[in-house]
């Protein structure tokens, strides 16, 4: 459903509730003014409206091969008018209305504005002619046109490096947490970003064939394909039904009196079904926002109290996603904080991501950095300039050492997805920044608390390399790790985890967003993700907080909890005033009152959602005191 046709139904549905609120209350008016025909006539206005919104919604589910509470709703009413009881007909729906609106409202509580899938490409790109640049929109972009990629801009389709070199960020695509080097001719992806000078691009697929657009249609897929959230409520439906029609048809078949049955039925409006989940998950939903957990309705919140699988994706979700600075290598004597002082100072000069990250790292320990002069940047490769009267090399290994970089001591260990900064000092080699995506701190205890939540399999599933994955999540205890994987590889995945229960994938990228769609429950990480992950999640982690999840299964659990407490509870009072009704010591209206007494009692117990207290989240998310930035593999400022 659009969000056009969502407000739609939004504002039809309360204006049945405003219709039913106003016939019952102007119904009332006219009955104490000693007017009883004008108030039957008002509370008929006011019930026939619902009751036809009613029919409407019955026959649709029919259709669909549902068979849910509105039966009962219909029935109640109906009877009501059939027999005169139309104050009985007008108090059922009020309820009636007042339920449904809440679920709406607990939809529209969760639902947030978010892009489009396709937001995150650029509408246009910018394409070379006649020696000019122009331009144009994405479908007019044919195989061989060549592009201008400036710094920061999205690749709009697939292409081949026309520059000497390029520096791209495929991490929503790939899960790589650190942006790669393309030479001349290498392949690059629609979608990944350009974290580097600008770069010519030739094209060799149109944009409606190229990767994106491919994970467009994996998500669309994916979504068309997965099974529809069933309501707590309608789980229920069938067994009240019967017990219901039962009891209401032995009334009247014993005693001859319709009047007993439409006391039945309008006792046995579920009303605590309709009232008490609602309220109870809508509290939920309330809750778990104010732990930075967006939740897009009910239906996810029931979903993920029963989650019994988690599949993990890596960078930017157990790990920080911004790589940093974790240690700095001393080679000439030269004080670590020296080196970073020095290197900092000289990468000042520079907007590359490398050169950023180094430079918050020195400022986050309290350095003061003196200007650079006589700065030459090399993109791709490093700087060379002077600070304080010094000359200052700072790039990969190879640029450092064709400068005059001599090297002094031994090169240090570079280890799976680290990269090296290399800084040479008048001429020597001073040292290297060590840097790399490190896993988020505390994650371990994250893991081990979901577990208790009830999580019985935890499973990480990257596009980034098998060393690297193996590496970050050594000593986590997870069930199982893949990696290298495509989009498509992620949804079979979530696939086939299914037989061990529903299945919840937490994600950030683009490339997570056909499994996000395809999961049980899928979580966006929305603070720093993909348009496209949010857009196709359940859920979304408004901070970057991957720990939130915690507290996130726990509400869900003790909401629904306390929604089946409510509903038993009242379903139970609910049977005894039928009873009472069947026997003849209920009128309809009487029992239209008490079944108001079972609402409020359910409806209070259901409140208590906005209560619950999770336990506190125990991960750190802070960014150490060495910075932290995307850097590019394999390569330095």
């Known amino acids: 459903m659009s969000r056009m046709e969502q407000n739609r139904t939004d504002r039809f549905k309360t204006a049945i509730l405003l219709t039913a609120v106003a016939g019952l209350t102007g119904g ?95 509408r246009t790109a910018t394409r070379h002619r006649n020696g000019g640049l122009e331009d144009v929109p994405l479908d007019e972009i044919a195989s061989g046109d060549r592009l201008l990629i400036r710094q920061g801009d999205v690749v709009p389709v697939d292409g081949t490096v026309a520059s000497d070199t390029a520096f791209v960020d495929t991490s929503a695509l790939t899960g790589e947490s650190l942006p790669v080097r393309l030479a001349h001719g290498a392949d690059a992806m629609s979608g990944s970003t350009n974290a580097g000078e600008a770069f010519d691009l030739t094209a060799t697929r149109e944009a409606k064939d190229s990767t994106y657009a491919g994970i467009v249609w994996l998500v669309e897929e994916a979504q068309a394909s997965k099974a529809p959230m069933s309501r707590l ?39 605590p079904l309709i009232l008490a989940v609602p ?58 904080g020296d080196i970073l002082r020095i290197a900092a100072s000289l990468d000042q000069a520079s907007k590359h991501p490398v050169a950023q990250a180094i430079v918050a790292a020195a400022k986050a320990q309290g350095f003061s950095l003196p200007v650079p002069s006589e700065v030459a940047e090399f993109p791709g490769e490093g700087l060379v300039g002077h600070v304080e009267g010094r000359s200052v090399i700072v790039g990969g290994d190879g640029f450092v050492a064709s400068r005059g970089g001599r090297m002094v001591g031994d090169h240090p260990a570079k280890g799976a997805g680290s990269v090296l900064v290399a800084v040479a000092v008048d001429g020597h080699m001073a040292g290297h920044l060590v840097m790399s995506d490190p896993l988020r701190e505390g994650a371990g205890a994250m893991l081990e ?98 720990d939130r999840l915690g507290p996130g299964i726990e509400i869900a659990r003790t909401s629904r909890r306390i929604a089946v407490e409510s509903v038993v509870a009242g379903i139970g009072l609910s049977v005894l005033g039928m009873i009472a009704a069947a026997f003849g010591y209920l009128t309809p209206v009487q029992g239209a009152l008490l079944q108001e007494v079972i609402d409020v009692a359910v409806i209070l117990n259901a409140l208590r959602a906005l209560r619950i207290a999770p336990h506190q989240p125990t991960m750190k998310t802070e960014a150490v005191s060495t910075g932290q930035a995307d850097i590019a593999q394999g390569a330095t400022p």
């Open 28 to 122: 009332l008016a006219f009955y104490v003014a000693g007017e009883p025909d004008f108030a039957n006539l008002i509370w008929i206005a006011g019930v026939v409206p619902a009751l036809a919104a009613l029919v409407v919604e019955i026959l649709r589910s029919i259709g669909r091969g549902e068979v849910g509470l509105d039966i009962v709703a219909a029935l109640s009413m109906s009877a009501a008018l059939v027999f005169g009881e139309t104050l009985a007909a007008a108090v059922v729906a009020v309820m009636y209305s007042g339920g449904t609106f809440l679920e709406a409202f607990a939809e529209g509580r969760a639902r947030r504005e978010m892009h489009d899938l396709l937001s995150r490409v650029p």
């Open 233 to 271: 409520a309608d789980r229920w439906s069938l067994g009240f039904l019967a017990v219901t029609v039962s009891i209401a048809f032995a009334a009247w078949w014993f005693t001859g009196d319709p009047i007993r049955a439409v006391a039945v039925l309008v006792v046995a409006t579920p009303c």
């Open 279 to 336: 309220v109870a998950l809508v509290a939920g939903l309330s809750r778990a926002a104010h732990f930075g957990v967006l939740i897009k309705g009910a239906g996810p919140l029931e979903t993920m109290a029963r989650i019994r699988t988690l599949i993990l994706d890596k960078t930017g979700t157990l790990t920080d996603g911004r790589p940093q600075i974790v240690s700095i290598d001393s080679h000439d004597g030269m004080a670590e």
């Open 449 to 546: 608390g979901l577990r208790r939540e009830g999580i019985s399999r935890i499973l990480l599933a990257t596009g980034d390399r098998a060393d690297v994955a193996e590496r970050v999540t050594e000593g986590l205890g997870l069930d199982g790790l893949r990696a290298g994987l495509t989009p498509d590889q992620k949804v079979l995945l979530v696939l086939s985890e299914r037989k061990h229960g529903p299945v919840m994938m937490v994600g950030d990228g683009v490339n997570d967003a056909p499994a996000l769609a395809a999961a049980d429950v899928g979580v966006a990480m929305g603070a720093r993700g993909a348009a496209a992950s949010a857009e196709a999640a359940d859920v979304v982690l408004l901070v970057d907080r991957i």
